[in-house]
């Protein structure tokens, strides 16, 4: 009965450390933006309250829907574009955004520590653990499902065989505020890609069928990849790996030219998801020069 007490004790603890990991992490991402305009500050704080409830209704889930920038499926408290274009516009830097990257630390750690708890061994933590590739060669290959449906799968050739350029976006998760805000931007800015001989592909981690069901409601022009596992995000160094909860895709974007080379690498997305589009936008528009 002792042995039992003690182990609930200790889940207890490990979940509050998880809650004050992720509020420490908004609380950073408030100090960021402290700067922007009023309107964009207050929706800020609308997303961390109603996050917070979200994150302690879906303790039983996985760890992307744990992340208050993916969970607000059912809450209608995602920045509009007109909010997100009130920011200052960021220059891209190869980095991941540190509140993002802190928070799955933080719940890595949390996870390490209740293993070892409960079973005296000691867990290693992956998360964020990642490189990317470099600019100016030629960019990882791959083959992946696609939501196009019939068991059709999509490969690097495939899309560079178009003479086209591509745009690749990998997301966490469909259906999520941030996520269906990018996907919309990209949709809204479709026939400007068309323009500028490009095309748009997005990949995540989630399965072909909700992928196709995401397109299909948000009636978007392009299509998405399955990453099940996370092994592209990987090569693309834009996995989130936390042990006992698998892997997850970093919301980060690749611009590759027509020849499969790697052109350019949009890191910072997160702070500026409704304009992000329009940035890419400029960068197709730079580098065709």
Same mark, same amino acid.
């Given at each position: 009965?002792?042995?039992? &007490?003690?182990?609930?004790?200790?889940?207890?603890?490990?979940?509050?450390? %998880? $809650? =004050?990991?992720?509020?420490?992490?908004?609380? =950073? $991402? %408030?100090?960021?933006?402290?700067? @922007?305009?009023?309107? +964009?500050?207050?929706?800020?704080?609308?997303?961390?309250?109603?996050?917070?409830? &979200?994150?302690?209704?879906?303790?039983?889930?996985?760890?992307?829907?744990?992340?208050?920038? *993916?969970?607000?499926?059912?809450? /209608?408290?995602?920045?509009?574009?007109?909010?997100?274009?009130?920011?200052?516009?960021?220059?891209?830097?190869?980095?991941?955004?540190?509140?993002?990257?802190?928070? #799955?630390?933080?719940?890595?750690?949390?996870?390490?520590?209740?293993?070892?708890?409960?079973?005296?061994?000691?867990?290693?933590?992956?998360?964020?653990?990642?490189?990317?590739?470099?600019?100016?060669?030629?960019?990882? @290959? #791959?083959?992946?499902?696609?939501?196009?449906?019939?068991?059709?799968?999509?490969?690097?050739?495939?899309?560079?065989?178009?003479?086209?350029? &591509?745009?690749?976006?990998? *997301?966490?998760?469909?259906?999520?505020?941030?996520?269906?805000?990018? +996907?919309?931007?990209?949709?809204?800015?479709?026939?400007?890609?068309? +323009?500028?001989?490009?095309?748009?592909?997005? $990949? @995540? !981690?989630? =399965?072909?069928?909700?992928?196709?069901?995401?397109?299909?409601?948000?009636?978007?022009?392009?299509?998405?990849?399955?990453?099940?596992?996370? /092994?592209?995000?990987?090569?693309?160094?834009? +996995?989130? @790996?936390?042990?006992?909860?698998?892997?997850?895709?970093?919301?980060? &974007? *690749?611009?590759?030219?027509?020849?499969?080379?790697?052109?350019?690498? #949009?890191?910072?997305?997160?702070?500026? !998801?409704?304009?992000?589009?329009?940035? $890419?936008?400029?960068?197709?528009?730079?580098?065709?020069?």
């Amino acid at each position: 009965m002792r042995c039992f &007490t003690i182990k609930c004790v200790l889940l207890m603890t490990v979940g509050a450390t %998880m $809650v =004050n990991g992720y509020v420490q992490a908004n609380r =950073n $991402v %408030m100090r960021i933006n402290s700067a @922007s305009a009023t309107s +964009a500050s207050t929706s800020s704080s609308r997303i961390t309250d109603g996050s917070i409830t &979200t994150f302690r209704r879906e303790t039983k889930t996985t760890l992307r829907s744990h992340d208050p920038r *993916y969970n607000n499926r059912d809450m /209608n408290t995602a920045p509009t574009a007109k909010q997100e274009e009130s920011k200052d516009k960021i220059t891209p830097q190869m980095k991941m955004p540190s509140s993002r990257k802190e928070f #799955f630390q933080k719940a890595a750690g949390s996870l390490a520590v209740a293993s070892f708890g409960l079973t005296g061994i000691a867990q290693p933590s992956n998360a964020a653990a990642n490189i990317l590739p470099t600019i100016g060669i030629p960019a990882p @290959s #791959f083959t992946l499902p696609n939501s196009l449906g019939k068991g059709e799968k999509t490969s690097l050739s495939d899309l560079t065989s178009k003479n086209k350029w &591509t745009v690749l976006y990998f *997301y966490p998760a469909s259906f999520t505020s941030g996520c269906t805000l990018e +996907a919309r931007g990209f949709q809204r800015d479709f026939n400007q890609y068309i +323009a500028l001989n490009s095309q748009i592909v997005g $990949v @995540s !981690v989630d =399965n072909v069928e909700k992928n196709a069901q995401f397109c299909q409601e948000e009636q978007l022009g392009y299509y998405m990849l399955s990453d099940l596992g996370g /092994n592209v995000s990987k090569l693309y160094g834009t +996995a989130l @790996s936390v042990p006992g909860f698998g892997t997850f895709s970093n919301r980060q &974007t *690749y611009v590759i030219d027509p020849k499969g080379e790697l052109k350019w690498v #949009f890191t910072d997305v997160e702070s500026h !998801v409704g304009r992000h589009s329009r940035e $890419v936008l400029d960068k197709l528009k730079e580098l065709q020069e």
